[in-house]
């Protein structure tokens, strides 16, 4: 170790140097020993960058999911009036009410209505078939997010027009028809009346029937539909907003105007997606937490084979220890030197963990077209632990050795 000549004192980069290479030549005479220590690290942190990594595609799918039902919907409904929903003092909305929201709510860019009625159906063969008929605009498609197939969806032409066209789901065209393709043209006679099929649609997001569409479930226009229920009233009023961030202002603006339009007494539930996916990314987070909690227990008890590695190279070196005591070493110096090794065994194993982590995203993202997210956090976090975990796990080595008696240390066998 070289020190100054005036003073005494050793300079630092020279002292840090000298135990780097120390440490570097330790590692080269014990490569096997070392190699196997430092397996653990590369396993532990690469769990850990694929943990991150996989809780928050995780997350990012379930949100996009329920995003594609459409997040920036908002659907209105009235549940009961004053006798507990008795239709002879019921306050049902109809589609004056979804004038009146579009006329004083801002930031409403689509909107609809829906009837609902059950028919059956003549299929090929001579068999019936129940089916389920909605009524709604056409710009129930742009608010439900509804993929068309084949054909087209009724527009407000067909609407004007009383034009008796139907739009149907893609499972009913494959049942009926045989395909989508063959589905377009054909007559399905509702009451009577024959409709014409132009189109065929899917919901984005299957919702396993969750949702007011079925399997068997055929569009309609309103303006039609609603000479089928005989009823000015609906069933539900159906919003979208621009702006995701203003679904929860409008959700009660349009709160408010339902209720000073109608009776005190009637009560109208008004919701939205956003509670649900507040609800989904907590949950994801919350997966994510207990999953990256496992993986920094992986990491502990990578510290613990650190750990026992280490002293087990201090013992090998006690007469090692003792020659350098003996030629000036103080206690700081043996110490740093074997907290350095550990450090060592801990980062090296952690950066290879953490390019391994990170390989498998980056190549999902060269093979296929989707983007995996990758955090920037799970590589720093990764680091952090790794440093940590060799200061841990290598004080006590290094605090063993420093404290060993130089004279007995050099009288070892």
Known sequence: MASNGNNGRRYPKLVLSETLSVAIETFRSNQTRFMLTSLGMVIGTASLILVVTIGLTGKQYLLQQIQNVGSNMIVAEYEEGESGGNTSVSDLLTLNDLYAVRGVVPGINASSPMVEFHDRITVPGGKERDILVLGVSWQYRYVRNLDVLAGRFFDGGDEQAHDKVAVITQV??????????????????????????????????????????????????????????????????????????????????????????????????????????????????????????????????????????????????????????????????????????????????????????????????????????????????????????????????????????????????
């Open 172 to 413: 009913l065209a494959n049942t009926l028809y045989g395909s989508q393709a063959d589905a377009i043209g054909q007559q399905i006679r509702l009451s009577g009346l024959p409709f014409t099929v132009i189109g065929t649609f899917r919901e984005r997001v299957d919702t396993f029937g969750q949702s007011e569409i079925s399997e068997d479930t055929i569009l309609i226009p309103y303006t039609l539909a609603r000479f089928f229920t005989g009823s000015d009233s609906v069933t539900q009023l159906f919003f979208s907003v621009a702006d995701s961030s203003e679904v929860p202002r409008a959700t009660q603006a349009i709160q408010d105007a339902l209720r000073s339009r109608h009776r005190p007494e009637s009560v109208y539930k008004v919701s939205n997606l956003t509670q649900l996916l507040s609800v989904a990314s907590t949950t994801a987070n919350t997966l994510s937490s207990v999953l990256l909690l496992v993986s920094v227990l992986t990491l502990v008890v990578s510290g613990v084979g650190i750990m026992n590695i280490m002293l087990a190279t201090v013992h090998n070196r006690i007469r090692e220890i003792g020659v350098r005591k003996a030629v000036g070493a103080t206690k700081a110096e043996i110490r740093a030197q074997f907290l350095t090794e550990a450090m060592l065994i801990s980062l090296s194993g952690g950066m290879v963990g953490i390019f391994l982590g990170l390989a498998l995203p980056f190549s999902v993202r060269f093979i296929t077209n989707y983007r995996v997210p990758i955090s920037g956090w799970s590589v720093v976090i990764a680091v952090a632990v790794s440093s940590l975990v060799g200061v841990l796990f290598g004080t006590v080595p290094a605090a063993r050795a420093a404290q060993l008696d130089p004279v007995e240390s050099l009288r070892y066998e």
